[in-house]
């Protein structure tokens, strides 16, 4: 665990939910430069279960007195997709920092709304896609952005798997309910086809957006067959890399997950495990110019106590944000709603054409 720093960023937890559990809490308690100021759930079972765990300064069922303390500093939103925007309004209206989970919103109006109030608030928000902060990832980008010229072609792959929650259940603390949690008017689970793009096809159209830049349209076919959903999604990049990308839940396999990228002077190989292993990707750069190939270790593979590391860096520090932004997270969801209608009508959709919820 690196050493705490003089200067924290003082956060608040905003939920008690697994995520929060699995990945937040002890994100906070382990920063260098952050420590888990208060956390905030309306179900008092639940929030003083995980109080007794995590050691806050403060506790609170109410989330606008947790905005109220002078001595907050930042919020992790991390509750139900539907409750994301509404939250992270609140907070910045309050003066406050936002690292948001993904997806940033559930629609495309919900997501535009937050602009103007990032840039009304003068404060730093962040969407919590954690993947940018995999060290494979990383390497992979600064060779792309550095070394690799022109780059002509991007495959990426994320492919949840039946076998998924026997790993996870080895690896995560045991997650605590409560009765009393707060949960959304509609079942988001209800609809699959919504929940899988909303939960895993965001990172990938995000890994995507962080290696090639803006995508401009989407022409996707989804099937559904012997309870395995598979979306192949061609991709027109805005520089004229050609994409592909393939969402697959479940396959009847390991984990699989990953990405090939074609440039001018080199490849990049890619795998990527299953995140709460906390594993670096396994990227395989070739450089034409000395004709091998080279491999990051990544041995601190906690993506997401990095990912708050890096927010908590730019707030205190003015470290250029590198972590997904406001505009990222809008990008984001434009393009899983283009490859939802894109694939109900069997056509392609320019993101800029785009409305509505999935």
Not at 235 to 241: C, D, I, L, R
């Amino acid at each position: 665990m690196p050493a705490k720093q003089d200067r924290l960023l003082r956060v608040g937890v905003l939920g008690c939910g697994p995520i929060a559990q699995a990945a937040h809490f002890e994100s906070c308690t382990k920063a260098a430069n952050a420590e888990l100021y208060a956390i905030c759930d309306v179900a008092d079972d639940l929030r003083d279960r995980m109080v007794a765990t995590h050691a806050p300064r403060r506790s609170y069922s109410d989330y606008a007195a947790m905005l109220a303390d002078p001595e907050l500093e930042a919020v992790v939103i991390a509750t139900s997709d539907a409750f994301h925007v509404p939250a992270a309004l609140m907070a910045l209206q309050a003066g406050k920092h936002v690292l948001c989970e993904k997806p940033l919103a559930v629609s495309v109006e919900e997501a535009e709304s937050l602009r103007g109030a990032v840039a009304a608030s003068g404060r730093v928000l962040q969407v919590g896609h954690m993947k940018r902060y995999d060290a494979g990832l990383q390497a992979a980008k600064g060779f792309i952005d550095t070394e690799m010229g022109q780059m002509v072609a991007l495959k990426a792959w994320y492919c949840d798997n039946t076998h998924r929650y026997a790993m996870t259940d080895a690896v995560q603390p045991l997650m605590v309910t409560s009765k009393h949690a707060k949960k959304p008017v509609d079942n988001p689970k209800a609809d699959l086809d919504r929940y899988y793009m909303l939960a895993h096809g965001s990172h990938l159209v995000d890994t995507a957006r962080y290696f090639a830049g803006e995508i401009v349209a989407v022409d996707a076919r989804l099937l559904n067959r012997a309870g395995i959903r598979c979306w192949f999604v061609d991709v027109e990049f805005a520089n004229g890399v050609l994409g592909h990308l393939d969402l697959t839940v479940a396959v009847r396999m390991d984990w699989h997950e990953g990405f090939q990228i074609y440039g001018e002077q080199g490849s990049v190989l890619g795998k990527t495990y299953n995140p709460w292993y906390y594993k670096s990707s396994e990227v395989d750069i070739f450089r034409e110019s000395d004709g091998a190939t080279h491999r990051v270790l990544g041995a601190d593979g906690h993506f997401y106590r990095r990912q708050l590391e890096g927010f908590a860096a730019t707030i205190l520090n003015g470290v250029s944000q590198s972590g997904a932004d406001i505009e990222d997270g809008i990008a984001s969801v434009r393009a899983m709603v283009a490859i939802a209608q894109s694939a109900r009508e069997g056509r392609s959709v320019k993101l800029s054409d785009v409305a509505g919820a999935l």
